[in-house]
C-alpha cells in the first residue's frame, strides 16, 4: 500500500508509506494552495513536490499530511489538528515519537506554533519560502488590491473573526518572530519571481536578530531540495 487517506474532524488526511520503512516519520504542512481530498493531495498532483515525497519515501520515511482547513492562515483550529493528526499517525503506525516537520509558505505560520507547542515532539523543522509573519505578509500584499481583498477574506474565516476585530489583533502583533525552541530548523527560499524576492527582503528583517542563516537558490536547483531535505533531517536520527 503506498497511502491511506482518511478523515478527522471532517478533514482528509494522507500517509504515504515507504517499501523499506526507518521508522523515522515526516509532517507536512502545505502552503495556500496545498489540499488533501479521499484520494489524493497537492503534493503528489505537482511534479516538484512528488520528486521530494518519493525521495523521502524511498529513503524509509513515512510522511503524513491535512488538508488542514484549507487556507488556514495558521488558525489555532489547524494547529490543533496537526497536533492531533501527529497522535493519531502515531499511535498507529510504527514510528519513533520525535518526527521530522516541513512546511511550505503560509503553513510556516501553523509550524512555529507546533515548535513551542510540540518541542519535545519535533526532530526537525523545514521551511520552504515560509511566511513567518501574518503582519507583514499583510503588509506586502497591501501593494495588490484584488489580492489584499481575498486575503482579508480568508484570514476572517479562518481565524473566525470580523475585519475590525481582526484589524485589532494585527495592530497588536508583535515585528519580532520567536523561532528560538530548541528545535534544530533549517530555512530554504527558492528566489523564483519578484514577489519571493520581496518576500526574502522580509525574511533577512524578520531574522535579523537570529542567529538563523537562510539558504537561497535558484528555480534550477530545486530538484536539489529532496536531497537538501534528507541531508538535514540526518543530521538529527543519530539519538533516537
Not at 23 to 35: A, K, M, P, Q, S
Not at 73 to 91: F, M, P
Not at 116 to 129: F, T
Request: with cysteine; net charge positive.
Amino acid at each position: 500500500m503506498e497511502n491511506r487517506n482518511f478523515q478527522m474532524d471532517t478533514q482528509w488526511n494522507i500517509i504515504h508509506y515507504p517499501e523499506k520503512p526507518t521508522g523515522f516519520g515526516v509532517l507536512i504542512i502545505g502552503d495556500e494552495r496545498h489540499f488533501v481530498d479521499e484520494s489524493k493531495c497537492f503534493w503528489t498532483q505537482n511534479e516538484g513536490k512528488l520528486a521530494i515525497i518519493n525521495q523521502l519515501r524511498q529513503s524509509g520515511y513515512t510522511i503524513f499530511s491535512s488538508n488542514l482547513y484549507g487556507r488556514n492562515w495558521g488558525s489555532d483550529q489547524a494547529v490543533d489538528l496537526a497536533q492531533r493528526l501527529y497522535q493519531q499517525v502515531i499511535r498507529s503506525e510504527i514510528l519513533n515519537n520525535k518526527v521530522h516537520l516541513i512546511a511550505e509558505g503560509m503553513g510556516a505560520l501553523v509550524a512555529v506554533k507546533l515548535m513551542e507547542k510540540m518541542k519535545g515532539q519535533l526532530r526537525s523543522v523545514v521551511l520552504l519560502n515560509p511566511i513567518l509573519s501574518l503582519k507583514k505578509h499583510i503588509e506586502l500584499e497591501k501593494e495588490h488590491k484584488f489580492f489584499y481583498k481575498k486575503l482579508i477574506r480568508e484570514l476572517t474565516a479562518a481565524h473566525k473573526l470580523d475585519q475590525l476585530t481582526l484589524a485589532q489583533e494585527l495592530e497588536n502583533m508583535g515585528d519580532e518572530v520567536n523561532l528560538q525552541s530548541g528545535v534544530p530548523l533549517k530555512i530554504i527560499h527558492v528566489l523564483s519571481s519578484g514577489k519571493s524576492y520581496n518576500q526574502s527582503k522580509q525574511l533577512q528583517q524578520l531574522l535579523a536578530n537570529t542567529d538563523i542563516s537562510p539558504t537561497y537558490i535558484v528555480p534550477e536547483k530545486k530538484q536539489q531540495l529532496g536531497s537538501m531535505i534528507k541531508k538535514f533531517f540526518n543530521q538529527y536520527e543519530k539519538v533516537l
